[in-house]
C-alpha cells in the first residue's frame, strides 16, 4: 500500500523527500500499522508526540490503508 507522510517540526529530519518539510510517499505491507511506519522511517516513539491520519488523532496501533495521508508531530516545548 502506498500512504503520503508529512513530519512537521524537528522529525523532519527522518523525511524520505527530496525536499526538506515536504510530504513524500511511503510504500508498506498492506497489513500495516502506525507503528511499522514509525519503524521504516526509524523514528523513536518518544520524538512522536501526535500521529493524525487523514486528520483524525490515532493512535501507534493503527491500522493503515492504501492512500491515507499520515501526518506526525513532536512534543512542542514553549514558554
Not at 503520503?4 to 505491507?29: I, N
Not at 526509524?42 to 493524525?52: N, S
Amino acid at each position: 500500500m502506498h500512504l503520503t507522510v508529512k513530519l512537521y517540526a524537528t522529525l523532519s529530519r527522518y523525511g524520505l523527500g527530496k525536499q526538506p518539510r515536504a510530504p513524500f510517499e511511503v510504500e508498506l505491507s498492506e497489513k500495516a500499522t502506525l507503528q511499522d511506519l514509525f519503524n521504516q522511517l526509524e523514528i523513536p516513539l518518544e520524538e512522536i508526540r501526535i500521529t493524525f491520519v487523514n486528520g483524525v488523532i490515532q493512535e501507534a496501533g493503527w491500522k493503515l490503508k492504501d492512500g491515507d495521508e499520515v501526518g506526525m508531530f513532536p512534543p512542542i516545548g514553549g514558554g
